[in-house]
């Protein structure tokens, strides 16, 4: 059959690992802005109470201002809340405020509980004119596997794993693709892991080469071939209310994220 609705080639990532600190954010805003900067048009859904993500793409996200929890807990449409990024065209952002923190708790008596991000995401594609199709979706999630998580896996079509390049990288990680597989059965039949990135790489270690390798070993090509360096010009860049793609873009950190932007355009199956 032919694509129907303008946003059938959307790819609709949730960036996922229920540890913190292992560049889900980074990778999720650097990943968003190298796309935009390729021409795409893409959205980022803020789903972490801590609003970094919107942070490190200007969006306001004091309590009280609208975002993802007024779409999830109040039913608000996804495009009254929808902002663009001023650091870059084509970027477009959905704030989360410390509000969201009561989401998890607010979302348990709801009806349909777990699907009302894919709800809500899906309306506002449908409704884009074909030439304000977004092409990609990438959405930043908390360090859990709470509701607010099973509704990224549920709205998305791709898992994105980042993986620290760290002894304990691994640890987690079954407990991870079980819970992928759990939403597979009985919420989101077409829900893949299509890609792993590895971050914080520091080729100088043996330790850092040997994670790589026992990832590498067990996922095979859903592992980019780029790995992101350890870069302080990554970790500064979201205090300037930017990603590294535009704060320092020709620093290893912009570089091999673009990198990996233009890997995962070449993904198979992709558009
Ligand atoms: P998560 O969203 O998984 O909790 P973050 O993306 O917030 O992780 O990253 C955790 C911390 O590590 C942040 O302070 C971030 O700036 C820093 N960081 C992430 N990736 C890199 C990198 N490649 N080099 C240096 N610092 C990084
Ligand atoms: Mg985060």
């Given at each position: 059959a032919q694509p129907t609705h303008s946003w059938t080639g959307t790819r609709i990532l949730t960036v996922a690992n229920q540890k913190g600190g292992v560049g889900k954010t980074t990778t999720t805003v650097n990943i968003a802005a190298a796309m935009a900067r390729a021409g795409l048009r893409v959205l980022v859904l803020d789903m972490d109470p801590q609003g970094n993500a919107s942070t490190a793409l200007s969006v306001?996200?004091?309590?009280g201002t609208a975002g993802i929890y007024d779409v999830l807990v109040e039913g608000t449409p996804m495009a009254e809340v929808v902002r663009e990024s001023p650091t870059m065209a084509g970027l477009w952002c959905v704030p989360a405020t410390i509000?969201?923190?009561g989401a998890e708790i607010e979302l348990v008596?709801?009806?349909?509980?777990?699907?009302r991000?894919?709800?809500a995401l899906h309306a506002f594609l449908e409704e884009?004119?074909?030439d304000?199709?977004?092409?990609?979706?990438?959405?930043?999630?908390?360090?859990?596997?709470?509701?607010?998580?099973v509704n990224a896996f549920v709205a998305a079509r791709e898992v994105l794993i980042p993986i620290q390049c760290e002894y304990y990288a691994l640890e987690g990680l079954s407990q991870l693709l079980k819970n992928v597989e759990l939403i597979q059965q009985h919420l989101n039949s077409e829900l893949r892991v299509t890609t792993?990135?590895?971050t914080m790489y520091d080729a100088r270690t043996r330790l850092a080469s040997d994670v790589a390798e026992q990832v590498r070993e067990h996922f095979g090509e859903t592992v980019l071939r780029v790995a992101i360096p350890r870069s302080v010009r990554i970790s500064e860049a979201p205090s300037h209310g930017e990603t590294v793609i535009t704060y320092d873009p020709v620093s290893t950190g912009a570089l091999s994220y673009t990198e990996a932007a233009?890997?995962?355009?070449?993904q198979k199956g992709s558009a």
């Open positions: 306001p996200h004091q309590s509000d969201l923190a008596p709801l009806v349909a509980r777990e699907n991000l894919r709800r884009q004119s074909a304000r199709a977004f092409d990609l979706v990438l959405i930043d999630c908390p360090p859990s596997l709470g509701l607010l998580t792993i990135l590895l233009a890997q995962m355009r070449q």
